[in-house]
């Protein structure tokens, strides 16, 4: 499958002090494609998320979206082509889930009648419809979880003028059960189909194996691997940074790599 550029990452780094979080990280994710970063804890993993979301400013190297530099997007711009949906969104005012989704529209003119239609299409793909009505906050963690990833679907559903759309998606599972864990990962694969580009945290080695294009290792601030599940998930490299001697076999439905401990 071809893809064009749409997220270029050159010597990023990023450092607290004399404290190196991030160091040197190369990458290019492209129109379309689902990477998968994954890692142990304190590993940089959210320190990239927030270079990328924009929250934090990196100390070396540069973020190009579309080829330009992330700083150069107004607020505005980025809204209509990126979503970012953090490990966990803080809303303390009783809106009912069905206008949290629609909070995903509101950086497009595209009138209340197809924006409606548009948070009644991606709450069905989260099934989250029942919730409706529900207030937010009587939510139970995982049921915000999905709540949210509608949210930041409908805001990325349709083409936007200033080029491919682009999903961050920060440990999306964290809060979710096992069915709904491979249901949300199903819908990444699903908008991935639609020329969305997916950058998402987990700290599942086989569900990144099983859904992802790319796997993207990191390991003390650093980009050890990055290829494919195959050239990602081996045991080897399981065992240097995670410091778990692990199997890896071929998994029975999808072929793929699967990880055995």
């Not at 002090?17 to 940089?44: F, H, K, M």
Request: with cysteine; charged share 20%; glycine share 8%.
């Amino acid at each position: 499958m071809a893809f064009d550029a749409v997220l270029t990452l050159r010597d990023l780094g990023y450092a607290l002090g004399r404290q190196i979080l991030l160091r040197d990280v190369q990458l290019q994710v492209s129109s379309g494609e689902c990477l998968a970063v994954v890692g142990p804890n304190g590993a940089g993993k959210t320190t990239l998320f927030r270079l990328l979301s924009g929250e934090w400013t990196p100390t070396t190297g540069e973020i190009l979206f579309h080829g330009r530099a992330l700083s150069h997007w107004s607020v505005s711009q980025l809204a209509r082509v990126r979503g970012v949906l953090p490990q966990s969104s803080s809303l303390s005012f009783p809106f009912a889930a069905r206008e949290v989704v629609m909070m995903g529209r509101m950086p497009h003119a595209t009138g209340r009648q197809q924006d409606e239609a548009i948070a009644e299409e991606v709450m069905a793909l989260c099934d989250v419809q029942r919730l409706a009505r529900r207030p937010y906050t009587s939510l139970s963690g995982g049921e915000r979880q999905r709540v949210q990833l509608a949210r930041v679907l409908a805001q990325v559903w349709q083409p936007a003028a200033e080029g491919s759309r682009l999903l961050l998606l920060d440990e999306p599972t964290s809060a979710l059960d096992l069915s709904h864990q491979l249901d949300l990962m199903r819908v990444v694969r699903t908008v991935c189909g639609s020329a969305v580009t997916v950058l998402v945290i987990v700290h599942d080695l086989n569900l990144a194996a099983r859904f992802a294009d790319r796997i993207m290792m990191l390991h003390q601030g650093e980009a050890v691997a990055v290829g494919t599940p195959h050239e990602v998930i081996r045991p080897d490299l399981i065992e240097c940074v995670f410091n778990v001697q692990a199997r890896v076999i071929e998994h029975p439905t999808s072929g793929g790599p699967l990880v055995v401990v």
